[in-house]
């Protein structure tokens, strides 16, 4: 497995003991739909939590959480819609971002909750 890819799977347990820890329920990981994917799904007491995770071994290019554009946005929010209609949910939900830097010296862990939104229909 290439070096990016271990890294990013580290950062999505990270993520889920994270969450974890702040009793939120983990329904799912690395959900996929067609060509699109969900890192974690989960619960918040009654709201559906769906959460990019970004993990880098330093912030020297930026934090992580920048690399969260709105093309990425546009593929977890159609993944999204289509696991609430595969499982016929009817729940507030949110979409988060945990950035991630972890290496030898540190382990720095940001959630940001609502950290975008769909766009509504014009």
Known sequence: ???HNELGKKGEL?????LEAKGIEIIES???HEKDEI???AKDHDELVIVEVKTRS???F???SEAVGKAKEEFIIRAAEAYIEIHDLNMDMRFDIISIITNSNEEIIEHIKD???PELPE
Do not use: E, L, S
């Open 62 to 64: 930026g934090d992580p």
């Open 115 to 117: 950290a975008f939104y």
């Open 30 to 32: 690395n959900w996929r």
């Open 39 to 41: 890192d974690i799904i």
């Open 14 to 18: 990270i993520a889920r003991k994270f």
């Open 58 to 60: 330093t912030n020297y």
């Open 1 to 3: 497995m290439a070096k």
